[in-house]
């Protein structure tokens, strides 16, 4: 197919791991090969574990690995025979030594599975994996990558996180693949970014012109987040969609708040999800002796998680840094009251229809949080207005068509038109 042609693409989108569930990538995957399909693309997901759950109309190919990240069966030793695969190899010893190779072993992955298969596609779309593989396939096909924000910015914030000399040289060596996205990301003439923060944030840290960028926001699937108005939303209870231990979700400011509200009134904190076992989380609600005000849902349906947002009376988005957010934009779809904290591009999303505070601030959650409890008539009223934001401003049709545009320019530059 020429790049004249301006009808249909046969596109391959690459993602390394794409748990549907949880994290941004596998939701972006997932709704973006949708959304691409719809307007008439051919589309096939090539991704590693788990499995991203796509319509059964959108072709996936899952790529064998070792999966060691598997948490059911959680760092498990390979055979022999497993091993003899040089790919496997590096994967093992990339996890044994506390790093994480996978971003590096899918690339070369990928690149065997194109290998003979150039031909069946109009471009590649990488989904943040930037791996030196993905500069291969370059060289022999169209390609283009998503950068959804800078995992520098997860990097920094972890090692502050910690005080151990061992413990920040155990984050250094984790995020040590860090390097080579940004030798990989370079050799790209087009990187996608899904905010205006995230491309001023990645040109910096990754020394990208910032000619190289073309702004697709996410979209919000309104089909699978809505309002629910026959569900009574319950006084004093609140909602966060992230359980992990991580410092960069920010929900150690969120616990750090509930210790304080419930000093001078009851609330409810659900947080959607399940914390790790004996993780910093649980023991900073031990430690808070908030333990009675906080419930953990563990892993919902959607429908569950509909019904989750319509019984809450706000929802919280307490991240440190976001490159887009879409917590924030799903539980506005829903109609929730939202307060969120202006890391990243998070005032991106939100605009004026929700209540923003500065990160890494608990007091300034925990004022935020009880004004809008003291204030249910203009709880209501942000919560109108963020879903008007979500079903007028960010859609996945509008993300497939911006992309597909950069698609096309990626395709002339590399044919020389």
Known sequence: MSAGNRKSLRICLLSYRSNPHSGGQGVYIRNLSRALADLGHRVEVVAG?????????????????????????????????????????IEWIGVSTMGFPETYTFGFRA??????????????????????????????????????????????????????????????????????????????????????????????????????FRVVPNGIDVHRFYPVPEIQREKNRIIVTNSADTPLKGLYYLLQAVAEIVKKREIRLIVVG??????????????????KYVTFTGRIDNEEFVRQYAKAAMAVVPSVYEGFGLPVGEAMACGVPVISTTGGALPE???????????????A?????????????????????????????????????????????????????
Not at 349 to 363: K, S
């Open 49 to 89: 574990p788990p499995d991203p759950l796509l319509d059964d109309d959108v072709k996936l190919t899952m790529l064998p690995c070792l999966d060691l990240y598997n948490p059911e069966d959680l760092f498990r030793i390979p055979s022999l025979q497993e091993l003899w695969n040089p790919i496997n190899l």
């Open 111 to 212: 690149l065997q599975f194109l290998w003979n298969r150039f031909h069946e596609y109009d471009i590649v779309h990488d989904n943040q994996s930037l791996s030196y593989g993905v500069w291969a396939i370059n060289k022999f096909i169209p390609t283009v990558a998503t950068i959804h924000h800078p995992i520098t910015v997860d990097r920094e914030i972890a090692i502050q996180s910690v005080r151990s000399p061992w413990k920040k040289l155990k984050h250094l060596r984790w995020y040590s693949f860090v390097e080579m996205q940004k030798r990989v990301s370079k050799r790209l003439s087009r990187i996608i970014t899904v905010s205006e923060c995230a491309k001023k944030d990645i040109q910096k840290d990754f020394s990208i012109p910032a000619d190289n």
């Open 274 to 291: 399940t914390p790790k076992k004996n993780g910093g989380i649980v023991k900073l609600i031990q430690n808070l002796g908030i333990g």
């Open 349 to 363: 999303v939100v605009g004026d229809a929700g209540i923003l505070v500065p990160p890494a601030d608990y007091q």
């Open 365 to 417: 959650l925990a004022n935020a949080i009880l004004n809008l409890l003291d204030h249910p008539e203009y709880a209501q009223k942000i919560g109108d207005a963020g879903y008007k934001r979500m079903q007028e401003q960010f859609t996945w049709r509008a993300a497939a068509e911006k992309t597909v545009r950069v698609y096309r320019e990626v395709m002339d530059d590399y044919r020389g038109f």
